[in-house]
């Protein structure tokens, strides 16, 4: 991490009481015995040690229907060791790819992330055969960070057949903005430099507009892919405005996308109070 970010995390630290881009759930343990699967672990489709994924199938006979899942960590933590509950995925029926991908922490930016997400999703499609998973039944999950890079998924129209979000920051601009509200309704310019650091334009601020545009799934064009938004009404890690600006974009390009706002809901995943799983259900194992 570089001096500058190291700086900048323990201001925002001493000031906010934590990260907000940068909280998740509790470490799942991986164990592929106890997710029940055969685990094909750290496959490289980049050459940075960030670029791996893991592919995880079912006890049943393929092609396997799948779930590519990236994970949160505000786009400097994270890992796909942790977070997704693999077994209650590959129990219904599901192949699950789980995904690494560079952090935003300088060189790299999100921008960085975006595409090796996008890297990783076809790298799943266009090697599925080697793990007996169905190609035209692929979906793409992801929950905050990990949100955020699904939704760009489905702007960059990858053959998925359907992509699913929860409590995801969909507009980069809205953190260029002191007056937003983020992190239990904080704003101000520590949470602006942050999003700088994020875009990678601190030192050339009359770019950041631009690179935050390019990174907002809510500022950019869509896809006709079916799209689950969810969002905890609560939340207060990324305020729910975030869901609606990307529903509202989309509706008005001439998209239907899902949105649920989950009552009293926080900053999770909102596997089945969001209908995540019966969404994917639906599409992929029909």
Excluded at 11 to 29: D, F, R, T, Y
Excluded at 83 to 94: I, K
Excluded at 98 to 108: E, F, G, K, M
Aim: glycine content about 10%; overall charge negative.
């Amino acid at each position: 991490m570089t001096s500058r970010v190291s700086v900048l995390v323990g201001l925002l630290v001493a000031a906010l009481g934590a990260l907000w881009w940068a909280q998740e759930p509790a470490p799942i343990e991986r164990t592929p015995a106890l997710v029940g699967a055969d685990a094909h672990l750290d496959i490289e489709y980049g050459d940075h040690e960030f670029q791996r994924f893991d592919v995880y199938t079912p006890d049943s006979p393929g092609p396997h229907p799948t779930i590519v899942w990236l994970h949160p960590g505000g786009w400097i933590a994270g890992d796909k060791a942790a977070s997704m509950p693999v077994w209650e995925w590959t129990d219904r029926g599901y192949a699950v790819g789980s995904v690494n991908y560079r952090y935003a922490i300088a060189p790299h930016t999100v921008a960085d992330s975006v595409d090796d997400a996008l890297a990783a999703v076809q790298h799943v499609l266009d090697r599925s055969g080697e793990w007996d998973l169905d190609a035209s039944r692929v979906g793409v999950y992801g929950f905050s960070a990990g949100g955020h890079l699904a939704a760009m998924i489905a702007h960059e129209q990858l053959d998925v057949a359907a992509v699913a979000i929860a409590g995801a920051p969909t507009d980069f601009t809205a953190l260029l903005d002191p007056d937003v509200r983020f992190f239990d309704g904080r704003t101000g310019a520590a949470v602006v430099a942050a999003a700088r650091d994020l875009l990678g334009c601190q030192e050339r601020i009359d770019t950041c507009h631009g690179l935050a545009v390019s990174a907002s799934p809510a500022q950019l064009s869509g896809d006709s892919v079916d799209f689950l938004i969810v969002h905890g009404a609560l939340d207060h890690i990324v305020d729910v405005d975030q869901a609606h600006r990307l529903h509202t974009h989309l509706v008005a390009a001439g998209h239907d996308p899902e949105l649920v706002i989950v009552e009293n809901g926080g900053h999770d995943p909102h596997v089945d109070e969001g209908g995540i799983a019966d969404f994917f259900d639906e599409r992929l194992l029909s």
